[in-house]
């Protein structure tokens, strides 16, 4: 198993920036991909961000590329995404995502475990 805990969620203005932290733990060695998705109300989740464990590789949403970046600090097991320039519509729940076997998933269905979400939103 591999509990994952999101952080860093909050209120900002269009045009602002919001860095999420999402800390793995348990059996992480077992991970072979970290993902960021978001659900807005209403809405389907949907991917954000995706970044392979070994090597870092990412992969991004179209929605988000060039604003948002997805990295992530091995010693820490922890997952990060840089939120820049963020957008009124980018105002959602954010969830963290752990992949055991699919690297640059999309799909919701290819995650194995979830954090419990944390909520952004952008005011204009």
């Known amino acids: 198993q591999v509990q994952l805990v999101e952080s860093g969620g909050g209120l900002v203005q269009a045009g602002g920036s919001l860095r999420l932290s999402c800390a793995a733990s348990?059996?992480?060695?077992?991970?072979?991909?970290m993902g960021w998705f978001r659900q807005a109300p209403g809405k389907e989740r949907d991917f954000v961000a995706t970044?392979?464990?070994?090597?870092?590789?990412?992969y991004y949403a179209d929605s988000v590329k060039g604003r948002f970046t997805i990295s992530r600090d091995i010693a820490k097991n922890t997952v990060y995404l840089q939120m820049n320039s963020l957008k009124p519509e980018d105002t959602a729940v954010y969830y963290c995502?752990?992949?055991?076997?699919?690297?640059?998933?999309?799909?919701?269905?290819?995650?194995?475990?979830w954090g419990q979400g944390t909520q952004v939103t952008v005011s204009s």
């Open positions: 970044i392979k464990w070994s090597g870092g590789y990412t």
């Open positions: 995502a752990a992949s055991r076997s699919v690297a640059f998933a999309t799909k919701v269905s290819s995650y194995d475990y």
């Open positions: 348990g059996r992480t060695f077992s991970t072979a991909a």
